[in-house]
């Protein structure tokens, strides 16, 4: 159960070519993304790679704290997951698994999208759990939509994000 009292939709539409797929229980696809050194350090401070079950067990997690999506990009007319993100009030995990598209834009329009939702749920706050200080694209993402680190933690700082009411200027 994602968030309770609170349908998950299917599809969040980013953009024309992105849009988040709520999880359906199939990811053996995005294993490949938590073997890569660079990801597993950034996600988990180091790069010991996920095995099958620990994968199974991470989406399971999220899957039961918040709304877990696939982030998908429109590739030659296919929608092709590039990444993950969770979406609750105490923490917004997201991996774009495909390194080559790490520093495009996708995740701060993910966020963003994400923001305008916490707006619509009545949501006053967002929160992003930890980000390692060594994580400089993160944090500058995250800063970039309006996040600003509210609490030192053992590895970096926690994030926080006091949202305005929705108004048309902000949506």
């Not at 599809?11 to 938590?34: C, I, N, Q, T």
């Not at 997690?61 to 929608?79: A, K, P, Q, V």
């Not at 966020?111 to 400089?136: M, P, Q, W």
């Amino acid at each position: 159960m994602p968030i309770s009292g609170i349908e998950q939709p299917d599809l969040l539409p980013v953009s024309e070519s992105l849009r988040m797929r709520k999880y359906d229980g199939v990811h053996d696809f995005a294993l490949g993304w938590y073997q890569d050194s660079e990801t597993l350090l950034l996600v988990d401070g180091k790069d010991v790679p996920y095995t099958p079950e620990r994968l199974s067990k991470m989406y399971h997690y999220l899957n039961e704290h918040g709304e877990l999506y696939f982030i998908e990009l429109l590739r030659d007319h296919t929608w092709v997951p590039v990444g993950d993100v969770t979406f609750w009030q105490k923490d917004m995990p997201i991996v774009i698994g495909d390194h080559t598209l790490r520093g495009k834009g996708i995740g701060r329009q993910v966020v963003s999208t994400l923001i305008r939702r916490a707006r619509k749920l009545g949501y006053h706050e967002l929160f992003v759990d930890t980000i390692y200080d060594y994580n400089t694209g993160s944090r500058m993402m995250f800063e970039s939509c309006g996040f600003v680190p509210c609490e030192t933690t053992a590895n970096g700082h926690r994030y926080r994000l006091i949202l305005q009411p929705e108004t048309p200027g902000n949506q």
